[in-house]
């Protein structure tokens, strides 16, 4: 049986021009190594899977390829790049046996790289030790730290580094990326089912991936927005839909059948009052084409915002959107959420979403 590679290592990125969503990192670098200012002390900072310690890897193999250019397109440098996991490495003794190695000129190449992953884990004494070699390096050392945690990081070490942000992925970048790993698998998905692995990833790529190799194990060949849904155990668009529907004609038999269904496959009702309250935000939205591009979904569920956002009255929508709030503010505290629930669903289609519905209730 052929050996299995997640796709967050067989996609991982070799180039500056393959990065995802960091554009304004990847082109800060690129530059800096075309016009030789880069400093010998980085700080890569930023949420989890979006590429720090990527770029890193990019940035060591990019330095020294420049400095010989008949090596192997494939050359990695791996006796030029030292990575430390500070994690699991982050006392005195740790850093002081980097600083030995650090005298030590490269048999290859021009610079030595370390990178240090989850940097804000050293102890202090470490962070102490580490100081006066990060300020005044061997000429052939850069030091590349990276960290979730900026805050952690004490201000001489912060003061000694060119500092990089880096920033969540947008669902776009995240979904057009998808596609591509999707077309070079041979494998078809929906627009709708990408955008739902995305939207789940909240904006880190390796999640993102992690969580399409998952949804693969499950659907095969053939991703599915409905299929999808129901890997990630998430409420898709076709059911908020539905839901407001049912608001908008007032028909509170039909709203109530479809929160039982909802809690009988075993989602927390608080869970789909948010979610029906980030759809009604996207519906207020859909009703000005100046705000339309605000949605990040794709245009046939855009088409379907627009059609549903001409049957709501946005200042009734408003209302609802506080009446929600409200329940989901007193949520956690009521002794049966159920009721609370059924009860603002029962306000909400009472108030008249839909101008053109007679304010006339069917029970």
Do not use: W
């Not at 610079?111 to 102490?128: G, P, W």
């Amino acid at each position: 049986m052929e050996h299995f590679v997640a796709s967050a290592r067989k996609y991982r990125p070799r180039t500056f021009e393959e990065v995802v969503g960091q554009p304004h990192v990847a082109a800060t670098l690129r530059n800096a190594i075309e016009h030789n200012q880069l400093a010998q002390a980085l700080l890569f900072c930023g949420p989890r899977g979006v590429g720090k310690t990527t770029c890193a890897r990019i940035l060591a193999r990019e330095i020294n390829r420049r400095t010989m250019p008949d090596a192997a397109p494939d050359e990695d440098f791996a006796f030029n790049i030292h990575e430390l996991d500070a994690a699991s490495n982050n006392s005195v003794e740790d850093i002081r046996a980097l600083i030995d190695q650090v005298r030590f000129a490269p048999q290859m190449g021009r610079y030595k790289v370390y990178i240090i992953d989850e940097v804000h884990m050293l102890s202090q004494a470490a962070f102490n030790a580490f100081l006066k070699t990060l300020e005044e390096p061997p000429a052939h050392a850069i030091f590349i730290l990276a960290t979730t945690e900026k805050h952690k990081i004490i201000p001489t070490i912060l003061s000694r580094c060119q500092i990089y942000d880096f920033k969540l992925i947008s669902v776009a970048d995240i979904r057009e990326h998808l596609a591509r790993i999707a077309a070079d698998q041979g494998i078809q998905a929906e627009p709708e089912a990408l955008h739902i692995i995305a939207q789940k990833a909240e904006g880190a790529l390796r999640d993102a991936l992690s969580i399409f190799d998952r949804v693969v194990c499950f659907c095969g060949d053939h991703l599915t927005a409905e299929k999808v849904a129901e890997t990630l155990n998430v409420l898709d668009y076709q059911t908020y839909f539905q839901l407001t529907d049912a608001l908008l004609s007032a028909d509170i038999p039909s709203a109530m059948l479809q929160t039982d269904a909802i809690a009988q496959n075993g989602f927390d009702l608080q869970y789909m009052l948010s979610g029906l309250a980030s759809h009604l935000r996207d519906l207020l939205l859909s009703k000005n084409p100046s705000t339309l591009a605000l949605l990040t979904v794709p245009d046939p569920i855009k088409d379907r915002y627009r059609e549903q956002a001409a049957r709501l009255d946005a200042d009734t929508a408003v209302q609802a959107l506080s009446l929600l709030a409200k329940a989901q503010s007193e949520y956690r505290l009521s002794k049966n959420p159920r009721l609370l629930t059924e009860i603002t669903l029962m306000q909400l289609a009472s108030i008249g979403l839909d101008p053109s519905k007679k304010k006339v209730l069917t029970i």
